[in-house]
């Protein structure tokens, strides 16, 4: 299944929910942030969200700065 990851073609296994989307791209643990199709996906959701074949998914690090 193909997704668009941050404006690129990426493929992941069908029935792939966002936890696993986050799992795979090792970023358990980090700040970020994520859209998918243009609405903020809490993070409360990423268990129970699977993604489909077409979404457009964005991702966003919090960067600590002073």
């Known amino acids: 299944m193909q997704i668009q ?3 690129k073609p990426h493929t992941i296994a069908d029935g792939t929910t966002v936890a696993g989307l986050v799992e795979e ?3 358990q ?3 970020i942030a994520m859209e998918i199709n243009g609405e903020i996906q809490p993070r409360s959701g990423y268990q ?3 993604l489909e074949d077409g979404d457009r998914v964005e991702i966003v690090h919090a960067i600590g700065g002073g």
């Open 25 to 27: 791209l090792n970023l």
């Open 29 to 31: 643990g980090r700040r």
């Open 5 to 7: 990851l941050n404006g």
């Open 48 to 50: 129970e969200r699977h």
